[in-house]
């Protein structure tokens, strides 16, 4: 299969297929029609044939007036990062502080050869005990010499908000007590 490119004519080999677009929301520097391309002036988005850097919402019905707020679908291949933020009712809005915790802990739980999930199983498992130490019967044996990151439970109560009674490490360093 081909690569998906924007922005170019497509062959016979083209498939049905879903992308990612960024974008970003702006204010309007001037009446800009659905589609427009345009750059950024003055903070403002503004008509711009020559370089711009994305189009105005194509699947906006009319144009949108000066000052007025909308979608800038930014140019394929431009943007150097991409993330998704989202919230609901019944989550609490994720943080940068919640999404660098999350980032610790899944790196943690690959350098342990855990999944993520897994990982905060053995956790919230140890968490639940009213053991010091982790129960045998939960804990992984595999890991001498290892010891959680600093950090390590006040990034689990940010990811989880659940709170963290024990200190220690979920799993067992072998003859480490």
Same mark, same amino acid.
């Given at each position: 299969?081909?690569?998906? +490119? ?19 929301? /702006? ?5 800009? +029609?659905?589609?427009?391309? /345009? ?24 144009? /949108? ?14 943007? %150097? ?13 994720? %943080? ?18 855990? %999944?993520? #999930? ?5 956790? *919230?498992?140890? *968490? *639940?005990?009213?053991? +010091? ?21 006040? #990034?689990?109560?940010?990811? %989880? ?17």
């Amino acid at each position: 299969m081909s690569e998906l +490119k924007l922005g170019h004519l497509l062959d016979e080999s083209a498939v049905r297929d879903a992308i990612h677009v960024a974008i970003a929301p /702006v204010v309007s520097g001037q009446s800009l +029609k659905p589609g427009e391309p /345009v750059s950024m002036r003055d903070g403002r988005a503004v008509p711009d044939v020559h370089n711009p850097i994305g189009v105005i919402d194509p699947f906006l019905p009319h144009f /949108v007036d000066n000052g007025q707020r909308c979608w800038l679908f930014l140019k394929p291949g431009t943007i %150097t990062s991409l993330r998704h933020v989202w919230t609901h009712p019944l989550f609490d809005a994720v %943080t940068p502080e919640h999404g660098a915790a999350e980032m610790r802990l899944r790196n943690f739980a690959q350098s342990l050869g855990f %999944t993520y #999930d897994h990982m905060l199983d053995l956790a *919230q498992t140890y *968490q *639940q005990s009213d053991e +010091k130490w982790p129960d045998p019967a939960v804990i992984e044996w595999r890991f001498e010499g290892m010891w959680i990151y600093e950090g390590f439970w006040d #990034d689990y109560k940010l990811v %989880t908000g659940r709170e963290a009674k024990h200190d220690g490490a979920f799993f067992s360093c072998g003859g480490c007590s």
